[in-house]
């Protein structure tokens, strides 16, 4: 929910829950309140109480954004509603802010219930990271000899980011925010988002994302899992807007995958079922298969041994329904590094097409705010001092980014 409609909506329900007290006041005789000229007895007295104890609760949760606001907001509009009808001439003026309440409830369902592409996130994620560190081999950290097979650019840059000496990273949890547009004449969107990787023999990609088309909240959700891959859109997070599935979308998300490998976990590449070509000291060619795609991409690399630009020919564009994919050239410069707990990492940088018809073009644009990687536990460590470091280290400190290029 936009932050202006939050606070909106949470505000009138706080009022509407203290106006409530009025028949409070009236049931239990405290004193008269002349904008209540309907009798209201003890046991009404009461109900109004409850109304509005849960009226102001479901706004605060509101305002406060707890998980599980909406049903107290669903009960609250209907316990309100319901104390309303009893004075129906006196008191029918609050049904708008009922009706508001009930809406935003709905939403929240829509948005955050069992049902909600979020839940589905989460419900994801936990099963692949499980899976992930269940599958982890105990190799210990990266090491300058696991970086001999790279190409020289490919090696320096692992070197550059922190890779060497630092356990072996499995999977990472992000949290990123940017702006994101349809097309070159389309207005920016602002979106936040919060995406899990997993690799290892099954990888995988999972990315949420909540935005606004044309100031209506919007879902996303990413789900690259097993060997198929989807991409789902719906708007106020109840309409179904787009379900796009099948080959084209496996192999788009397949490019996605590769790249969220270089530019977030480049400490991964060094187990990753990856072919590398070396071009020359600042390029080399990436081909990367998962079920059953093969994929390629060049990547860039500057004097400070920085990957700076990543360009596949084998991404494909959705159309704005999902329903078809064409292929262009996409590219990923990145344009800003920042230290996140001992790695370095791309933490800004742009979504760019390259349509054959025209000039290319930004449609996104992406900052890492905080990232968690998932690493497999050394297991000589644990073998050589059982006693002391019995249980492996699965994640690091959740490190915020710094905002800013």
């Avoid at 009226?55 to 509009?77: C, D, F, H, K, P």
């Avoid at 994620?125 to 560190?133: K, L, V, Y």
């Avoid at 349509?355 to 297991?379: C, K, Q, S, V």
Wanted: charged residues 20%; hydrophobic residues 45%.
């Amino acid at each position: 929910m936009r932050a202006f409609l939050r606070w909106a909506i949470g505000l009138v329900a706080i009022v509407h829950g203290l106006i409530h007290l009025l028949g409070v006041v009236e049931g239990f005789g405290w004193a008269e309140s002349a904008a209540l000229t309907e009798p209201i007895g003890t046991t009404l007295g009461v109900a109004w109480l409850v109304a509005s104890v849960l009226v102001v609760t479901a706004g605060a949760l509101l305002l406060a954004r707890v998980r599980g606001w909406w049903v107290v907001a669903a009960i609250a509009a209907v316990v309100s509603q319901a104390v309303i009808v009893t004075s129906w001439s006196d008191a029918k003026a609050g049904t708008v802010a009922n009706l508001a309440l009930a809406a935003a409830a709905v939403y929240g369902f829509g948005s955050q219930g069992p049902t909600s592409f979020r839940a589905r996130f989460r419900r994801l994620a936990r099963q692949a990271t499980t899976a992930a560190s269940c599958t982890a081999s105990g190799r210990g950290p990266v090491t300058d000899e696991d970086l001999a097979r790279l190409p020289t650019p490919v090696a320096a840059y692992l070197r550059a980011v922190g890779a060497v000496g630092r356990p072996r990273v499995i999977g990472f949890r992000a949290d990123i925010s940017g702006r994101i547009r349809s097309g070159p004449d389309q207005p920016w969107m602002r979106w936040v988002g919060e995406q899990v990787n997993t690799f290892g023999p099954a990888p995988g990609r999972l990315f949420h994302m909540d935005a606004a088309m044309k100031g209506i909240p919007a879902d996303v959700l990413h789900a690259y899992v097993g060997p198929g891959a989807s991409m789902q859109v719906r708007l106020a997070s109840l309409i179904p807007m787009v379900h796009a599935t099948g080959p084209e979308m496996d192999r788009a998300e397949t490019v996605t995958l590769l790249n969220d490998l270089c530019v977030l976990a480049p400490a991964a590449l060094v187990d990753a079922p990856v072919e590398w070509t070396p071009i020359d000291d600042h390029h080399a060619r990436a081909t990367y298969t998962n079920a059953g795609h093969t994929v390629s991409a060049v990547l860039t690399f500057d004097d400070t041994d920085e990957l700076v630009d990543f360009v596949s020919d084998d991404r494909l564009r959705a159309s704005p329904d999902g329903r078809t994919f064409t292929r262009q050239r996409w590219s990923t410069p990145i344009t800003g590094y920042r230290d996140v707990g001992g790695r370095r990492l791309g933490a800004v940088g742009h979504a760019r097409w390259h349509p054959d018809d025209g000039p290319a073009f930004d449609y996104l644009e992406f900052h890492t705010d905080g990232i968690t990687y998932l690493e497999a536990p050394d297991e000589r460590r644990r073998v050589a001092d059982p006693p002391h470091d019995a249980t492996p280290r699965d994640h690091t400190d959740v490190v915020p980014v710094e905002r800013g290029r």
